[in-house]
């Protein structure tokens, strides 16, 4: 798909997109996440057979992956790709980046069904994730993690990337409930989160400062509610949407927006605490 999109802005000399458009692609789907989710499958925990040809697959993969991106931005930063490229393939100093041949696009690779469940399974690692940062989890220290969603489609792509999800996220494990089901467990202090069809539950009991925790959501609800009061106050102000211009009053309603949504998150996650 991005080489697609980086040949159409090539041919119409859209450079400033096309070195954006690669560099998202570099930073985001294969730094962030290709490499993460094979660093598993890189370092097998066996020497089967089985997991030796994943391992190769997945190097493949990243070889092909890397070369091509290399000759696609090669026209706009030519000599450090031509280094790279001869560092990555051994080739001699005689056989030039500039003379491989342009990727071509493969449209029988395109799957926007599979595409789908990796933009939920990366939306469900970046939940859990933030929830951590919330909690303010070490690192180093593990916690389970629950998923509770009747979306069937999500709980196959949960259930088939437990692994990559546990590798991810430091989880102690993954369980992935229906709705209605975390209500038959022990109560315990809990932090929360929805992305779309999904919610996230991390117990925390025993694992946080939780006073801590309590005292830093409620001066983040206070501060969103002062906030909250500001916005309206302008937004109520007739002098100020009247005249003001409508790009301002505009992004005001939007700032007004994601705050109302911080304070009803700031709640909510004090409710399961409290």
């Not at 994943?54 to 290399?70: C, G, Y």
Request: aromatic share 6%.
């Amino acid at each position: 798909r991005v080489n697609h999109e980086t040949n159409k802005r090539y041919e119409s000399y859209a450079l400033g997109e096309a070195s954006k458009g690669l560099y998202e692609f570099v930073w985001n789907d294969f730094c962030d996440w290709y490499l993460e989710l094979i660093k598993p499958r890189l370092n097998p925990a066996k020497d089967s057979k089985e997991l030796l040809d994943d391992k190769k697959i997945s190097l493949q993969v990243m070889f092909k992956v890397l070369s091509e991106v290399l000759i696609m931005i090669h026209p706009l930063m030519p000599h450090l790709t031509e280094e790279l490229w001869h560092g990555i393939t051994g080739k001699s100093e005689d056989d030039l980046l500039a003379l491989q041949s342009w990727p071509k696009p493969c449209e029988n690779f395109l799957n926007d069904d599979l595409e789908l469940s990796f933009i939920q399974l990366f939306s469900s690692i970046k939940l859990v994730r933030n929830l951590r940062s919330e909690a303010g989890l070490k690192p180093s220290q593990k916690v389970p993690v629950c998923f509770i969603t009747n979306n069937n489609q999500l709980i196959n792509i949960l259930s088939n990337s437990k692994a990559d999800i546990q590798s991810l996220t430091r989880a102690q494990k993954v369980d992935i409930i229906q709705p209605g089901e975390l209500d038959k467990r022990p109560s315990s202090k809990s932090l929360a989160g929805v992305s779309g069809e999904l919610e996230v539950v991390l117990p925390l009991e025993g694992l946080v400062d939780l006073e801590a925790l309590i005292a830093r959501l409620k001066k983040d609800l206070i501060k969103a509610e002062k906030e909250i009061l500001i916005l309206n106050g302008r937004l109520e102000n007739k002098n100020f949407t009247e005249k003001a211009p409508k790009e301002v009053v505009d992004e005001c309603r939007k700032k007004l927006s994601e705050v109302v949504i911080q304070a009803d998150l700031a709640r909510a996650r004090l409710t399961s605490l409290v």
